[in-house]
Nanobody, 123 residues
Framework: HVQLVESGGGSVQAGGSLTLSCVATGYTATRFCMGWFRQVPGKQREAVAAVHPHEGVSIAPSVKGRFTASKDDAKNTLTLRMEMLKPEDSGEYFC??????????????????WGQGTQVTVS
């Protein structure tokens, strides 16, 4: 039984930083593509970061240079470090696993597994 549990969301002023974490249980993180998706009310869910098991990290152009994604296979944990946050970064952030393609071009509903979501508000 695969579970993804996020933590680390919250409210921050523009220019600030937040770190999101996702702990995966029920499978070995090295096996699957993992990433972060963002949902804004009235818009489609979009991928902001994808970590391929063998081919590295993909970051959405809108957050490139500000967001960093990394995976700790030993701890089955995925992290999203967000810096220089902007109000348009606000939204519900979801940890996801098992989606294809394993890039930020993946569709918003592509993942086989989802976390419960964590809210990020930038004002």
């Amino acid at each position: 039984h695969v579970q993804l549990v996020e933590s680390g969301g919250g409210s921050v002023q523009a220019g600030g930083s937040l770190t999101l974490s996702c702990v995966a249980t029920g499978y070995t993180a090295t096996r699957f593509c993992m990433g972060w998706f963002r949902q804004v009310p009235g818009k489609q869910r979009e991928a902001v970061a994808a970590v391929h098991p063998h081919e590295g990290v993909s970051i959405a152009p809108s957050v490139k240079g500000r967001f960093t994604a990394s995976k700790d296979d030993a701890k089955n944990t995925l992290t999203l470090r967000m810096e220089m946050l902007k109000p348009e970064d606000s939204g519900e952030y979801f940890c996801a696993a098992a989606f294809s393609p394993c890039t930020v071009a993946a569709a918003g509903d592509a993942a086989g597994y989802w976390g419960q979501g964590t809210q990020v508000t930038v004002s």
